[in-house]
């Protein structure tokens, strides 16, 4: 069974920092790429960052360069998302899910997480 679980989400202040997990199982988690999406009620989702563990290709949203940092730990099938700097516009559901090469549209993902919030206080 395909399973991507995200944690890590919880309470920061603006301008600190956490790190995401998401933890993938049921897949060879070398042959796909992992995205990372957050959204917010009545908002559409946006695509944060991705990481094609083997090519190293990752891809970030112009919103979260130089903020974020997105890993991979083939040994462990995880994908982490560093975050620093965080700003209260950060506020979001952050979602995992898996993809064949990364891509900006979020319907060639599957496996969707269940999501971990992260709310950034001012």
């Known amino acids: 069974e395909v399973q991507l679980v995200e944690s890590g989400g919880g309470l920061v202040q603006a301008g600190g920092s956490l790190r995401l997990s998401c933890a993938a199982s049921?897949?060879?988690?070398?042959?796909?790429?992992i995205g990372w999406f957050r959204q917010a009620p009545g908002k559409e989702r946006e695509g944060v960052s991705c990481?094609?563990?083997?090519?190293?290709?990752?891809y970030y949203a112009d919103s979260v360069k130089g903020r974020f940092t997105i890993s991979s730990d083939n040994a462990k099938n995880t994908v982490y998302l560093q975050m620093n700097s965080l700003n209260p516009e950060d506020t979001d559901v952050y979602y995992c899910?898996?993809?064949?090469?990364?891509?900006?549209?979020?319907?060639?993902?599957w496996g969707w997480g269940q999501g971990t919030q992260v709310t950034v206080s001012s």
């Open positions: 899910a898996a993809v064949e090469a990364c891509s900006d549209s979020y319907s060639l993902y």
């Open positions: 049921g897949f060879t988690f070398d042959d796909y790429a």
């Open positions: 990481i094609s563990s083997s090519s190293g290709y990752t």
